[in-house]
């Protein structure tokens, strides 16, 4: 049986031990499905362990009868992906509750709009992992996958979970672009895809919505965005034009393999398998 690094390195790390985070370029998993199944059984950040799995265990009034996922989250979307979605880690009642990036909270209901807006998505919502949403051309990850209480992950959880990341990227062969959603998602993409010979340009772009930072040796093209949430979409920070402008940016770099709005979506059968 082989046994990947990551998983025994997962697999030997108790609760309360300090991670021995590998600073390596990427993980020898083959698919994303591996990955996702070791991911899911993450421990290595005891304050988030605690804090995911007592939100699961209290919910909010308004999901009282729903079962919290309460562990942390896989990518999501099509794994030859040219557009990568880079956000910031799960919400407590978000992500952390239906088990999917973006979904189950306002940001998402923007995000998901977008994409379908972009002929990312098949539809516009995503309820839950179940609702019949598939990506096209697109796969939607974080830096972090854990619910940091107040969304705050430490610099120590942001490291540890780097791990994820690495061995995601390197399972992502076709990324093109990466849409980053908010200043700490630019700074993680950087680090990201410097661990991976892609170094951005000096001096590094201030973050600023719309700024695009080409990476270097082959690299993918980031282009920044503000994040859309609540702070930003209530206060007209980040309008819907001003996301579509992103996501039309990005489909220009995608090519040829990212399907335009309103083109017909292709039937399940033509499309490879797909991450939970
Ligand atoms: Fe594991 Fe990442 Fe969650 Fe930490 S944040 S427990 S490294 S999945």
């Not at 309360?16 to 698919?31: H, L």
């Not at 896989?74 to 030859?80: A, Q, S, T, V």
């Not at 995503?126 to 619910?147: H, N």
């Amino acid at each position: 049986m082989i046994v990947s690094r990551a998983t025994a390195f997962i697999a030997g790390t108790s609760p309360n031990r300090r991670p021995r985070y590998p600073r390596r370029v990427g993980a020898p998993y083959r698919s994303l499905d591996k990955l996702n199944a070791d991911l899911v059984e993450c421990r290595s950040c005891p304050r988030l362990v605690h804090w995911r799995e007592q939100v699961a265990r209290e919910k909010r009034a308004a999901f009282r009868d729903e079962d919290y996922w309460g562990r942390p989250l896989p990518g999501f979307g099509d794994p030859e992906a040219r557009l990568l979605v880079l956000g910031l880690a799960p919400a407590a009642h978000g992500g952390n509750r239906t088990g999917r990036m973006f979904t189950g909270d306002r940001s998402g209901d923007w995000l998901y709009r977008a994409l379908h807006r972009a002929g990312f998505a098949n539809q516009p919502t995503s309820k839950d992992r179940r609702d019949g949403l598939r990506l096209e051309g697109a796969y939607i990850t974080a830096p972090v996958r854990c619910a940091p209480p107040a969304n705050k992950p430490t610099a120590e959880e942001r490291d540890n979970c780097a791990l994820w990341l690495d061995a995601e990227l390197s399972l992502l062969a076709n990324i093109g672009a990466v849409i980053c959603l908010g200043q700490f998602a630019y700074q993680q993409a950087v680090r990201a895809f410097g661990r991976r010979g892609h170094a951005a340009p000096k001096p590094r772009p201030r973050f600023g919505h719309a700024v695009e930072v080409p990476l270097g040796n082959g690299g993918p093209v980031l282009l920044l965005s503000y994040h859309p949430s609540q702070q930003n979409t209530f206060t007209g920070k980040l309008t819907e034009g001003m996301l579509d402008a992103v996501f039309a940016r990005a489909r220009e770099i995608g090519g040829s393999s990212v399907r335009g709005p309103g083109s017909p979506y292709p039937s399940e059968s033509s499309r490879g398998p797909r991450p939970s």
